[in-house]
Structures are given as C-alpha cells and as structure tokens.
C-alpha cells in the first residue's frame, strides 16, 4: 500500500503495444524525480521539513514539485510559465503551493527568461529557500533507477538491443534512465543487449541545434527548449529525431485510435520516432516514455484528430547536420557527440542556498 497519492501517480505502467514494442506509461512522469530529489535533499540534511522548496515549470514538474512538498512536509513556490492553464492552478492552490505566474506570451525564450530572473529575484529576498534547479541538477536522475530496474526485468535477456525513445525536456528521465539500463547491463552474464537512446525535440529547441527552425504551430512544451540546459548529457544519445506539431499531433492520434493509450503530445512524438526506430531493428526491444494523460491537449490536440495525417504515410528526412533539419521531421545520427555551443549550459557557481553547487548524486 502507497503511503501518498504521489507515489501511485509515479509508478509508470508497461504496455505491449506491438511486438517488442513497449509503452512505459506515465500519469505524471515528473512525481519520480521530484519525489525522489526532496527525499534525497531530507536524508542528506539539505533541507528540513518546512522549508520552503523553489523552482521554475511550465506545467508538469510544478504539480510533481507541489506533490513531493506535499508528501514531506514542505512549502512549495513555483514560478510558472504563461501555460499554466486553470486546472493545474487550481490543483497548486489546493495543494498549498504559491505559484507565480508569468504574463502572457507568445514567446518561449521570454517566457523562460522570465522566470529564471524573478527565481533569482526571489532567492536574493529570500537566502533560505531552497532552488530545486530541475534543469541543472543531476539529482532529477535517483528517481529513475527503479523504473530503470522495472524497465530491465521486463525486457528480454536474450543479448537482443533495447532501443530508448523520449522527449528530451530537461534531460532528467531519458539521460537517466539511459545510464542506468546501461550499468544494470553491464557484463556478458547480464544477458542484457546494448542500449541505444533516441532523443525527441520540437523545431525551434536550442538544445540538439533546431532553433533556426519555426514550427507554424506550436513548440511542443516539455521536450524542447530556448535555453541551454546542464541536465542534458548529449553524449549520451544515439540518434535524435525533431519533429512538428502536426506529426506528433499524428503521433497522438494515432497510439490513442490503434492502441486506446491517451497521452500527451510528446509522446505522440515519441511513438512516431519508437515506431521508425524499432522498424529497423530486428528482433529488438524498443520502449518509448509516455509522460503524461493526454487530458490537457484535448481541445488543442485530440478534438483535430480528423486533420491527423495518417502516421504510415510519414517518414523522417535524413540529415547529416542540425543545418539540414527541416520541416515536417527529421532524424540524425547524433552518436555520442557533445552539445552544440549554443546549447552549452554555463556553469552555476550556487546551489538554491547560495553555496557551492555539488555534482554527481546520481
């Protein structure tokens, strides 16, 4: 029996969606890394309970953030994006957590800049708090070890590769997941296959080079960004693939009429690209992350399902440089190469209390 409703809401489902095609279904993906970080914070003296936890979201992590202070204890403030819709502000009201939100904006890279800046405001006011800095800091990764193991126990041992496909976002669920199916497969008794990671961005996502790409509908929120992130180890991934609102509008369609799994956005994106990928692949496993209930893009995604093109008739164009990438999808052999320049995440001298930042808690 769960001691929280957070802990439920965190524990991803594993649906066979075809042969050795496998969803890793999440309601909220974002609970695990929150949870685990607040409790990781606690045991290590960090924090107290009652301490004030601070961050920045556009949406998912501030309602995992909200249920982790919840859970233990702790006051949560969230600087919010401009999509922060009604529901979730009133699920963060209920909760007890003080959000902020930003002005309206079409702008993405405003809108992050934004926040970034009041969190830096609120902190010079406020020493105490805590900054959870879930874009920077690597103890997003410790929530993901045990879905690793889950993911690990329900794939074949048979030395067959196990292909991973996600959003990109912050870099936390597939950086992580992929480092530890990675070590959990290490050795020839494991029996374990290598494992191959596949990233999925928008257009418009400094954070694999597409920011010279507009997307005439929207940036896909959550997989992409306009900023660099430190979370995103771009070493670790073997292929990426970008693509549009509409394909992954597609995507969506497509899982939820074929396979009855309602998700998000960016798992219609992601199931577009695990579809490809794991054709190409004999005999392999590919799991692909679904993050979140597709509950929020109802109107803005499900009620088009009539324009949805048919997801056979799409394919990825095949680029050799983030300068080829265009519209509507497009894939690349990423193989382990570092960051672009501009996708280069500074280092942060601090910590959320204003002391030397320390690395390494995955």
């Not at 969803?23 to 606690?42: D, P």
């Not at 507009?214 to 693509?243: C, K, M, Q, R």
Request: charged share 20%; aromatic share 6%; glycine share 10%.
């Amino acid at each position: 029996m769960d001691a929280h409703i957070a802990e439920a809401i965190g524990r991803p489902d594993l649906i066979r969606v075809d042969d050795r095609l496998i969803c890793l279904r999440f309601e909220t993906m974002k609970v695990v890394s929150a949870l685990a970080a607040v409790r990781h914070l606690l045991d290590t003296g960090k924090v107290r309970r009652g301490d004030t936890l601070l961050d920045s979201s556009s949406g998912i992590y501030a309602y995992a953030l909200a249920l982790a202070c919840h859970r233990y204890g702790m006051r949560c403030h969230i600087i919010g994006s401009t999509t922060v819709d009604h529901t979730l502000r009133t699920q963060l009201a209920v909760l007890g957590a003080h959000l902020e939100q930003m002005p309206p904006s079409a702008d993405l890279k405003l809108d992050q800049k934004r926040r970034v800046a009041r969190v830096h405001e609120i902190l010079r006011a406020n020493p105490e708090y805590h900054w959870m800095r879930q874009y920077h800091d690597d103890i997003h990764y410790l929530g993901y070890r045990a879905i690793a193991e889950r993911v690990r126990a329900a794939v074949p041992a048979d030395g067959s590769p196990l292909t991973l496909v996600g959003g990109v976002g912050s870099g936390a669920s597939t950086g992580a997941l992929a480092r530890y199916l990675r070590e959990d497969g290490a050795g020839p008794a494991s029996g374990a296959g290598p494992v191959r990671l596949v990233g999925v961005q928008p257009f418009g996502s400094v954070t694999f080079g597409s920011e010279h790409v507009a997307d005439p509908e929207i940036i896909i929120a959550g997989i992409g960004s306009s900023i660099p992130f430190a979370n995103v180890a771009h070493t670790a991934y073997d292929a990426v693939h970008w693509l549009s609102f509409d394909t992954a509008l597609a995507g969506s369609v497509d899982l939820l009429r074929r396979h009855a799994v309602f998700a998000g956005l960016s798992t219609g994106a992601g199931y577009a690209a695990a579809r490809w990928e794991h054709a190409r692949v004999p005999g392999g496993t590919t799991v692909f992350i679904a993050a979140d209930t597709g509950h929020r893009y109802v109107d803005t995604v499900f009620a088009r399902h009539t324009e949805a093109a048919d997801l056979d008739d799409l394919t990825p164009r095949t680029v050799s440089s983030p300068a080829e990438l265009a519209l509507p999808w497009a894939r690349m052999e990423w193989n382990g190469a570092k960051a672009p320049a501009q996708a280069e995440a500074p280092l942060e001298a601090a910590d959320g209390r204003g002391r030397a930042a320390v690395g390494g808690h995955a």
